[in-house]
């Protein structure tokens, strides 16, 4: 145990560190050691999520009833607008839930910008391919989309900032394709309208280069 003299003296950037990592124990997606995600953006993919998240398990297909998938805003990594889910009676989000180790959970929300306001975090009931429900963590934008996205009635009405990135896009796809989400959703996927950017580094990265896509 530190000593009183030592506390006097530690750093506060050291007690920020500390206190980061102190995990909540009411934490309703908690499994033992380890907590339950649900990834419905690049986080579907294996590759993707175990740049920040390496001890991060698969689970398998998971849906989300009455939400749907939506992007906005803009993030300078892919360079579009990331996903999101949003609330929406009747409507689902197709995605994959992994198992994750608590020593990660810091890491999971720095990589969503939790600290910067940019996602939130939530508790949301998930289903999975067995017709059992699983508590997961899921995140959503702060500054959630108003219009469906299907309710533009012609691509080039999409604005800017609800349109994903091709490289950003791609990702999605692979990880529904790996997931083994249903045909019909990842079809959808395809279709969405992106604003054409790609970021060389993490298309070959996560090797997407091949990646297609109908928009």
Not at 19 to 32: H, Q, T
């Amino acid at each position: 145990m530190l000593s009183y003299s030592l506390l006097l003296i530690l750093p506060l950037s050291l007690w920020s560190c500390l206190s980061a990592y102190v995990i909540p124990s009411d934490l309703p997606e908690r499994v033992g050691d380890n907590f339950i995600y649900f990834g419905y953006g690049s986080n579907m993919l294996t590759k993707r999520i175990h740049i920040q998240n390496p001890t991060a398990v698969k689970i398998g297909m998971g849906i989300l009833k009455d939400y749907r998938l939506d992007f906005n805003t803009y993030t300078e990594r892919w360079g579009g607008a990331p996903a999101t889910i949003v609330p929406m009676p009747g409507a689902y989000v197709y995605g994959t839930l992994w198992e994750i180790s608590l020593s990660n959970l810091d890491d999971i929300d720095d990589q969503e910008g939790v600290h910067e306001g940019i996602y939130y975090a939530a508790s949301l009931p998930v289903l999975l391919s067995n017709n059992t429900v699983a508590t997961a963590r899921a995140y959503l934008l702060a500054d959630q989309p108003k219009k469906p996205l299907n309710d533009f009635s012609d691509d080039d009405k999409v604005p800017l900032k609800r349109q994903p990135s091709k490289t950003y896009l791609q990702c999605l796809v692979k990880g529904a394709e790996e997931t083994g989400i249903v045909p019909w959703y990842i079809e959808w996927l395809k279709s969405v309208k992106h604003n054409g950017h790609v970021a060389p580094d993490l298309e070959q990265i996560l090797d997407l280069k091949d990646v297609q896509l109908n928009s």
